[in-house]
């Protein structure tokens, strides 16, 4: 009978060994959780729960571990992608300004409202024809460009401004090179305030990238800016939306 009890016991596991062990085990793991929720909580995920892949080590501002496809895993990949993400986004939040200011702000100078961003090309009398204007941009565009990538090959090796000597930026961080015109009231002198600019900058921008596309879409499906689909939509919330008839144009669109 004492032979059946112990193998009983020893087939549940019920011995004085493993009663003071598994607490010990279960403390470790307990430890070991409170320690991943610890680094979870200091680096936020774009997915919660999702690991950053190696590429990704959090240095990067707005870094968030979002690379899905692994496209930055080749370290000369990546530097390429981060310009290239920084330069659009400073462009989007430029244009849509651009996109909102005409039907906010209105027309005080000349009378009648301004027409919006997408039909503003047509409405306007330049100073010369659209191929000298275009051709004058790619030119000037094209010599900034230059400069840039070779801002990118060599850091810091156009910091010197070629017509103002006197303009001189100051880092050799690609994409903020700081001082100079580049940063006339001094916001980046602090490391910390630079860091956390630099955060808000992409950050706002990735926003400005998105609006950016909704625009576009909103003017195919209605042929109105972001301003007056905004006001339709507030005036009527529960008709003016993707759903009614206007919207209904947006899923053809797709």
């Known amino acids: 009978m004492a032979s059946i009890v112990a193998q009983q016991i020893a087939a549940t596991g019920l011995t004085q060994k493993s009663r003071t062990v598994r607490p010990r085990v279960a403390a470790r793991s307990a430890s070991a959780a409170r320690a991943f929720s610890v680094k979870a909580e200091a680096r936020p995920m774009w997915y919660p729960g999702n690991s950053a892949p190696k590429h990704l080590d959090g240095t990067l501002a707005g870094d968030y571990g979002f690379d899905p496809l692994s496209l930055g895993a080749d370290p000369k990949d990546l530097e390429w992608y981060i310009q290239a993400e920084l330069m659009h986004a400073r462009w989007a939040m430029l244009g849509l300004a651009g996109m909102v200011a005409p ?11 301004l027409p919006n961003w997408h039909d503003a090309p047509t409405s306007f009398t330049y100073f010369t024809d659209n191929v000298t204007l275009f051709t004058t941009q790619m030119v000037l565009m094209n010599w ?111």
Request: glycine share 12%; hydrophobic share 35%.
């Open 103 to 113: 039907e906010l702000l209105g027309n005080p100078f000349v009378e009648g409202p």
């Open 144 to 254: 900034a460009e230059v400069r840039r990538w070779q801002d990118i090959k060599n850091p810091g090796s156009v910091n010197q401004d070629p017509l103002f000597e006197a303009n001189k930026c100051t880092g050799e961080d690609v994409g903020y090179p700081g001082g100079g015109w580049f940063d006339p009231l001094g916001y980046g002198s602090d490391a910390e305030k630079a860091k956390t600019l630099r955060v808000k900058e992409i950050a706002n921008g990735r926003l400005a990238m998105v609006a950016c596309l909704g625009c576009f879409i909103q003017y195919d499906v209605t042929g109105t800016g972001p301003v007056a689909n905004l006001t339709s939509h507030l005036a009527d919330p529960y008709h003016n939306t993707i759903f009614a008839a206007e919207g209904l144009k947006f899923w053809n669109y797709l």
